[in-house]
């Protein structure tokens, strides 16, 4: 069985032991990573939108996708 992800998706590798977070609101400078501008968005239009953290016991790559990322 094979998984159709959007196109705007992105796979990273994650390495064990480390922690990542995850854009969510789509205005991030470093896709599909966090840069914090989330906390300016949530100010100006007041929403709240959060990164995602992931911290893995094993090294491997994952599929990210956000429908902010989209818009």
Not at 3 to 25: N, V
Not at 62 to 71: E, R
Request: some cysteine.
């Amino acid at each position: 069985m094979s998984i159709e992800f959007p196109e705007s998706s992105k796979e990273i590798t994650i390495i064990k032991g480390k922690r990542y977070s995850i854009c969510t609101c789509g205005a991030s400078a470093v896709m599909p990573f966090c840069d914090g501008k989330h906390r300016e968005i949530n100010e100006k239009e007041v929403c709240n939108y959060k990164s995602i953290k992931i911290i893995s016991e094993k090294d491997t790559k994952i599929q990210v996708h956000s429908a902010a990322w989209d818009s």
